[in-house]
């Protein structure tokens, strides 16, 4: 063994260098990357379209096939002469994947397996901001729970475990057993700044959360559900989402802007989300609009989000119903807006006067945006999307009234249609990348045992 070189141990048994393992990692997931982005492709194909040598993504196909990541689909014919050629897919169908939301009103889920089909989506009303850190990390992992048992149970039919089977062999009892679902990851989106790295939540203003261990909070709370937990602001994740399958999919140079009480922002530049040095960046709805305007849940006076936030809509429209009045059940924010959409169909002039000020105010706020990034499209969320017949006409002209650069900026604002679960989607999403980043971490392939040798007598 040459001096300083590490060697790592393969599946088959074999010892090789750990640049190997890393190299074959590498081409594990550009062989995936492929399947998820093309479809199905034969191995001729995948070796012509990535680069690889044929041999090289028979041996990786191999490796796939054994986990069960891709599967055959049958054979295609290449043109009228030449052999067949078998076609592999993306699988993935017993590799669960979770994304929540907890937000000022609500949880979120959506849970999928690996190749994206939804098995799991809902939100739950629950009053965050005035629960208390604990509970609601209590309910966000009640909620957790309660959705990796759906997931669980989502796949249990290949394998013919019942319920029963699936309670008394668990999650990772269940994959070993060669059916079912395994969750193999967990992304959780939250309204505040996040320190990606550590799951930690350093400030969520709106939920009264400072320095809130979240990601190790959340494992212990799910006890034997090993699965990595990833956390993330919401609006970058939802921006996420927007950039890979919304209204404005592949626009290089985009910002989105979350409908919620609390208004965040996540900014797409040259194809990247844009962190900035401590992964802080997006919190565009603490811009100071108004030195003399309301008080904001972070503290300050005057913040964007305290003119256009969800709060600020129902406060002016439905006064009578204002966020912090200790409501019981907690609205879900949907029907909250459903009720103000029906009164502004119906020509209700308190409602249409406050959709036009907060329209305004998305106008000014939208167009310090744009002359910071020159964005191509501003996507709205959340009930700025709802509402976007009525809103978007008076956020547009005061943007165009208020960009320096005006008509060459040339930004519009598009109303997203992901709805409310765009971060939930967006931190499904991410886990499905990290995933497809490293396909060994999802698990083992099956173990080959030895038959056994004679025995001398």
């Given at each position: 063994m040459t001096q300083g070189q590490h060697f790592t141990?393969?599946?088959?048994?074999?010892?090789?260098?750990?640049?190997?393992?890393?190299?074959?990692?590498?081409?594990?997931?550009?062989?995936?990357?492929?399947?998820?982005?093309?479809?199905?492709?034969?191995?001729?194909?995948?070796?012509?379209?990535?680069?690889?040598?044929?041999?090289?993504?028979?041996n990786l196909m191999a490796e796939l096939l054994e986990r069960r990541l891709v599967r055959e689909v049958g054979i295609e014919h290449a043109g009228t002469v030449g052999r067949p050629r078998r076609a592999v897919a993306l699988d993935g169908a017993h590799v669960g994947v979770l994304g929540l939301e907890i937000n000022v009103d609500y949880v979120a889920v959506h849970g999928t397996d690996l190749g994206g089909r939804v098995l799991v989506e809902r939100r739950v009303g629950f009053d965050a901001m005035g629960s208390g850190t604990n509970h609601s990390l209590r309910e966000l992992g009640r909620v957790a729970r309660q959705a990796i048992d759906e997931l669980?149970?989502?796949?249990?039919?290949?394998?013919?475990?019942?319920?029963?089977?699936?309670?008394?062999?668990?999650?990772?009892?269940?994959?070993?057993?060669?059916?079912?679902?395994?969750?193999?990851?967990?992304?959780?989106?939250?309204?505040?700044?996040?320190?990606?790295?550590?799951?930690?939540?350093?400030?969520?203003?709106?939920?009264?959360?400072?320095?809130?261990?979240?990601?190790?909070?959340?494992?212990?709370?799910?006890?034997?559900?090993?699965?990595?937990?990833?956390?993330?602001?919401?609006?970058?994740?939802?921006?996420?989402a927007e950039y890979t399958s919304g209204v404005a999919a592949g626009t290089a140079d985009m910002v989105y802007l979350t409908g919620e009480v609390g208004v965040g922002g996540g900014i797409i530049v040259g194809g990247r989300l844009l962190r900035g040095a401590d992964g802080f960046s997006g919190e565009v709805g603490h811009m100071p609009v108004d030195p003399g305007g309301s008080r904001c849940g972070c503290g300050r006076s005057g913040c964007w989000e305290t003119k256009v936030g969800l709060a600020a809509l129902v406060r002016m429209a439905t006064p009578d119903q204002a966020y912090g009045m200790g409501t019981t059940p907690v609205p879900d924010p949907e029907e909250r807006v459903a009720e103000i959409a029906r009164g502004l169909a119906g020509g209700d002039p308190l409602m249409l006067a406050a959709v036009a000020e907060v329209g305004r105010w998305l106008g000014l706020g939208g167009s310090i945006l744009v002359n910071l990034f020159n964005p191509r499209v501003i996507v709205v969320g959340g009930y700025f999307a709802t509402l976007a017949r009525w809103l978007l006409p008076f956020a547009q002209a005061e943007l165009e009234d208020l960009v320096v650069a005006g008509p060459a900026a040339r930004c519009r604002f598009v109303a997203s249609d992901l709805g409310f679960g765009a971060a939930s989607l967006g931190a499904a999403n991410v886990v499905i990348n990290q995933l497809i980043d490293d396909p060994t971490a999802i698990g083992s392939p099956p173990v080959r045992l030895a038959a056994p040798q004679p025995t001398a007598t």
């Open positions: 141990r393969l599946a088959g048994g074999a010892a090789q260098p750990a640049g190997h393992a890393s190299l074959r990692r590498t081409n594990l997931s550009l062989v995936l990357r492929h399947l998820r982005d093309h479809g199905s492709s034969s191995r001729a194909d995948i070796a012509e379209a990535t680069g690889l040598h044929r041999a090289t993504v028979s669980t149970r989502a796949g249990a039919g290949p394998s013919g475990l019942g319920p029963g089977d699936l309670a008394a062999a668990g999650a990772s009892g269940i994959a070993a057993a060669g059916g079912g679902i395994r969750v193999a990851g967990i992304g959780v989106a939250v309204p505040g700044l996040v320190d990606v790295g550590h799951g930690v939540v350093a400030l969520a203003p709106n939920l009264g959360w400072r320095d809130v261990s979240l990601a190790s909070r959340l494992s212990v709370a799910l006890g034997d559900v090993r699965a990595p937990v990833t956390v993330d602001n919401d609006a970058n994740l939802a921006a996420l």
